[in-house]
């Protein structure tokens, strides 16, 4: 009998040891599988900000220069009423030069919308042929920068949000979550939001 209890004995240890096993197995699955959805979560937290940094980058290319626009426009106006009133006072010359630079305004204000380009080389070959004429204010020439300056950041804008886009679109590859996180970390220290 003695030998049939110490045999009952090991067995029940066997058992133990077995049953430690599945459940040490158990539990490393479970962890895996939640390490795996906090991944995932953390992806899918990934692409909603980039996708929202994107759609802000592409609202503030466009608000930038609609802004900077507007107060050439309004410049314009008042750069304008001097020409006409500066005409009288120094001849012929002045009127041609400046008939010619309302010209080139004139064009870049009617065509900024559909060629962005076009308009802003016009913008420069006023401040270019302003050189030694002074027919452009001081306030105009600030906001003909302005449309140069929004230009410049509206296309850096427009490349990051595309390459949001194309890492959002890629949140899959620990690579693309690695690229994901850099990007969002830059984003946050540019204060978007």
Known sequence: MGSTVGVAACRCNDGEDKTEAVDEGILRIADADQKLRVEKEKRE???????TYA?????????ALIESWKKVEAEYAV????WQSLSLQRG??????????????EFAIQSHTN?????????????????????LGSAMAECIQAVKT?????????????LLDVVA?????????????????????CGLE
Request: some cysteine; proline content about 0%; aromatic content about 0%.
């Open 45 to 51: 937290d990934s692409k909603k900000k980039m996708v």
């Open 115 to 135: 060629d962005l380009a076009s308009a802003v080389e016009a913008l420069e070959a006023c401040v270019e042929k302003n050189q030694g004429l002074d027919l």
């Open 92 to 105: 012929a010359s002045h009127q041609g030069a400046a008939a010619m630079m309302e010209s080139k305004l």
């Open 169 to 189: 679109q890629d949140t899959e590859a620990s690579a693309a979550t690695a690229r994901a996180a850099n990007l969002l970390t830059m984003l946050g220290a």
């Open 79 to 82: 750069q304008k009423m001097i």
């Open 150 to 162: 929004a230009k410049v950041r509206g296309e850096a804008r427009k490349e990051l949000a595309e």
């Open 55 to 63: 759609k802000t980058l592409r609202a503030r290319k466009e608000k």
